[in-house]
């Protein structure tokens, strides 16, 4: 247990549906991120929040759309994904952004799109 | 790209034999992390060396770095079949936000 919980652990959704990946921490950090790990490629940084605010968006198509309401949660809203959306969705969470600090993750949600 | 690259993508070895995997990166970094993931789950934080550090140990772990290289190993002594898993190694630069992962070495310690 890490203090970062994701869910749903797995999602199984049609290329028309709109869902939505949760996560939380309980760790008082101020950073937030959320992370694409596919088959055989390196983890992709999507996005980073920083005291809520967004400060980098990795070039990510708009069908994906995070939101951060408070330093202990981070949404990733998603609609009309690609099959090759597919993928584990990994959040993670450090106490700042810019520090010597280790980033802790969540166990991460397994996305199928059909 | 600042992307760390870890050599082998992959290894297998018996239990009781010692580990070795390496990270090369490309720019300055402020400090490199080592990390394990367990197959289809999050990852977890092994060890953290700083620029301004050459070695760093961690019970079974033992970290270098080179940054004259850009690189940096990770060996796991005495290994057990528990510590199968993916390892990473993530760069960060200074003042930067972005941690970086490589591709990763995938660990397999037969009993």
């Known amino acids: 247990e890490t203090g970062v919980t994701q869910t749903p652990r797995h999602l199984v959704m049609g290329m028309t549906n709109k869902k939505s990946l949760k996560c939380e921490q309980h760790?008082?950090?101020?950073?937030m991120y959320w992370y694409k790990q596919s088959a055989k490629k390196p983890l992709e940084l999507m996005f980073v929040?920083?005291?809520?605010?967004?400060?980098e968006n990795n070039s990510v198509p708009s069908r994906f759309s995070p939101e951060c309401p408070n330093s202990s949660h981070l949404f990733l809203h998603l609609h009309t994904l690609q099959p090759e959306d597919s993928a584990l969705y990994l959040c993670?969470?450090?106490?700042?952004?810019?520090?010597?600090?280790?980033?802790?993750f969540g166990q991460g949600t397994r996305l199928t799109v059909v | 790209s600042q992307q760390g690259e870890e050599d082998p993508q992959a290894l297998s070895i018996q239990e009781g034999e010692n580990a070795t995997m390496n990270c090369s990166y490309k720019?300055?970094?402020?400090?490199l992390q080592w990390y394990r993931q367990n197959s289809g789950r999050g990852l977890v934080h092994l060890i953290l060396?700083?620029?301004?550090?050459r070695e760093k140990h961690s019970g079974r772990l033992r970290v270098t770095l080179d940054t004259s290289k850009k690189s940096s190993s990770l060996l796991i002594t005495a290994s057990r079949a528990a510590d199968t898993a993916s390892y990473f190694c993530?760069?960060?630069?200074?003042?930067?936000?972005?941690?970086?992962f490589g591709k990763g070495t995938k660990l397999t310690v037969n009993p």
């Open positions: 929040y920083n005291f809520k605010e967004q400060t």
């Open positions: 993670a969470s450090s106490q700042e952004v810019s520090t010597n600090t280790e980033a802790f």
């Open positions: 060396i700083r620029s301004n550090e």
């Open positions: 760790l008082g950090h101020n950073a």
């Open positions: 993530a760069t960060r630069k200074g003042g930067s936000e972005k941690l970086v």
């Open positions: 720019t300055s970094i402020n400090n």
